[in-house]
C-alpha cells in the first residue's frame, strides 16, 4: 500500500503535478496560493523543470501558452483578482485548442477583497473566464486527496479534447493539511501530441498554433467544431458525488469546503430523522445535470449551499426547471457555513421548528 504523507493543500498540489509529469510552471504570488508558487521554486530545478516568477499574471498565462503549444505540461496557479488577470490569456489558450491547467485557491471579493475562502469565482470559472466562445473543464476538491488526484485528471481530459482546465480550490483547502497519496510519476514526454508545434522532422506537416481567424466563416466553423467537443465533454465527463440520496427529502447542493460542512449537517438531520441527502459537483463544467434529474422525481426540496451570495443555486434551478423549490443559504467575505447553520436550513425546509 501507498505511503500517506501530511501535507498542506496547496504544497500536496504542486507535489502532485510535478508526479502528474508537469515540468513548467509559470507565476505570480498571491494570498492564499503563494505556497504552489514557492513549492515549485524549490522543487522544479532539481528535476529538470522550469520555475520562473513573471513580471505579472498576464506574462505568466502567455507562457503557459507558448509551452502548451510546444506539447508540454504546463500549469499556473493564482488566486481570485490574479485570476481575473489571467482571463485574457485563457481565452487565447481556449481559442489556440490546447491543455493547460490553471489553478484558482479562491479569496473573498470583489476587488482586493480579503485572504479568507471563498467560492465567489464560481460564474467566473464556469461561465466567463475570457472574452468568447469557449468553456473550461473544472474540477472542485473537497479533500486534500482530490486536489491530488484531480491535478491528473486534469491534465488527462485537457490533452483529451484539447481544452484547459481548471482545478477551482480555495484558501481553507489550499491551507489545511490532511494525509495524502501521491500518484505514481509519469513519464508524458513519450506521449505523442500530433497537434503540438514542437518540430516535425519532415515526418508530417509544421503545425502552426493560431487564434486570430480573419474570415468569418472559417472562425464559424471552428467554433462549432469546438462546441461539438464540448458536447462530448457534457456527455463523457460530468462527475459528482451522490450522498443518501435514494430517499432523501430534502437534497443539498454544495461543492468543495462547502460539501465537507454539509454533509456534516445532512448526517445530523438523519439523525434527527430528517430525510437528507447531498449532491456534491465534483465537475462545475461540465455540471453534473444527470445526477440532480434523477432525483428530481423523489426530492421535495432542493437547498444550495455556498460561500457566496447565490452563484451554483443558478445551474441548480436550470436543472431542475421548476419542478420541485430550490432555496439558497450562503456565506461570503471569506466567512465559512457551520454545520449548525446549513442544519437549520434544512430544518426549516423540513417544517420543524428552529
Known amino acids: 500500500m501507498a505511503e500517506k504523507v501530511l501535507m498542506k493543500g496547496n504544497e500536496a498540489l504542486a507535489e502532485a503535478a510535478i508526479q502528474a509529469g508537469c515540468r513548467h510552471y509559470f507565476g505570480y504570488p498571491i494570498t492564499p496560493q503563494t505556497e504552489i508558487a514557492a513549492y515549485m521554486a524549490k522543487r522544479m530545478p532539481k528535476i529538470g523543470g522550469t520555475f520562473l516568477q513573471a513580471e505579472s499574471e498576464v506574462a505568466a498565462i502567455n507562457m503557459v501558452l507558448g509551452a502548451a503549444a510546444a506539447g508540454k505540461r504546463a500549469m499556473t496557479s493564482s488566486s481570485s483578482p490574479g485570476i481575473s488577470l489571467k482571463s485574457e490569456g485563457v481565452s487565447y489558450i481556449a481559442g489556440s485548442d490546447l491543455p493547460a491547467l490553471i489553478i484558482n485557491v479562491e479569496r473573498g471579493g470583489p476587488g482586493l477583497g480579503g485572504i479568507q475562502p471563498s467560492q465567489a469565482d464560481y460564474w467566473q470559472a464556469t461561465k466567463a473566464l475570457g472574452h468568447g466562445d469557449f468553456q473550461l473543464f473544472v474540477l472542485a476538491p473537497s479533500t486534500i486527496q482530490e486536489m491530488v488526484d484531480f491535478v491528473t485528471l486534469g491534465f488527462e481530459v485537457g490533452e483529451k479534447y484539447r481544452v484547459p482546465t481548471m482545478i477551482l480550490s480555495d484558501g481553507m483547502l489550499g491551507q489545511m493539511m490532511e494525509p495524502v497519496v501521491m500518484p505514481e510519476k509519469k513519464d508524458t514526454e513519450v506521449v505523442d501530441k500530433p497537434w503540438a508545434a514542437c518540430g516535425h522532422q519532415n515526418k508530417r506537416e509544421k503545425n502552426v498554433v493560431n487564434s486570430l481567424y480573419i474570415q468569418p466563416e472559417v472562425l464559424e466553423n471552428l467554433v462549432r467544431e469546438r462546441y461539438e467537443r464540448y458536447e462530448l465533454i457534457k456527455e463523457n465527463e460530468q462527475r459528482a458525488e451522490e450522498y443518501l440520496t435514494e430517499?432523501?427529502?430534502?437534497?443539498?447542493?454544495?461543492?468543495?469546503?462547502?460539501?465537507?460542512?454539509?454533509?456534516?449537517?445532512?448526517?445530523?438531520?438523519?439523525?434527527?430523522?430528517?430525510?437528507?441527502?447531498?449532491?456534491?459537483?465534483?465537475?462545475?463544467?461540465?455540471?453534473?445535470?444527470?445526477?440532480?434529474?434523477?432525483?428530481?422525481?423523489?426530492?421535495?426540496?432542493?437547498?444550495?449551499?455556498?460561500?457566496?451570495?447565490?452563484?451554483?443555486?443558478?445551474?441548480?434551478?436550470?436543472?431542475?426547471?421548476?419542478?420541485?423549490?430550490?432555496?439558497?443559504?450562503?456565506?461570503?467575505?471569506?466567512?465559512?457555513?457551520?454545520?449548525?447553520?446549513?442544519?437549520?436550513?434544512?430544518?426549516?425546509?423540513?417544517?420543524?421548528?428552529?
Do not use: H
Not at 457566496?308 to 421548476?322: H, S
Open 247 to 354: 430517499d432523501a427529502d430534502i437534497i443539498v447542493v454544495a461543492f468543495g469546503g462547502s460539501a465537507r460542512v454539509s454533509r456534516n449537517a445532512v448526517n445530523a438531520a438523519r439523525a434527527e430523522g430528517i430525510k437528507a441527502g447531498l449532491i456534491r459537483p465534483i465537475t462545475l463544467w461540465p455540471f453534473p445535470e444527470k445526477a440532480i434529474r434523477k432525483t428530481v422525481a423523489t426530492a421535495k426540496n432542493y437547498l444550495c449551499v455556498e460561500m457566496n451570495m447565490g452563484q451554483m443555486v443558478d445551474d441548480v434551478r436550470l436543472v431542475v426547471n421548476g419542478e420541485k423549490p430550490v432555496s439558497f443559504y450562503g456565506r461570503t467575505g471569506g466567512i465559512i457555513p457551520t454545520p449548525q447553520e446549513v442544519l437549520d436550513e434544512i430544518r426549516k425546509l423540513a417544517g420543524k421548528e428552529v
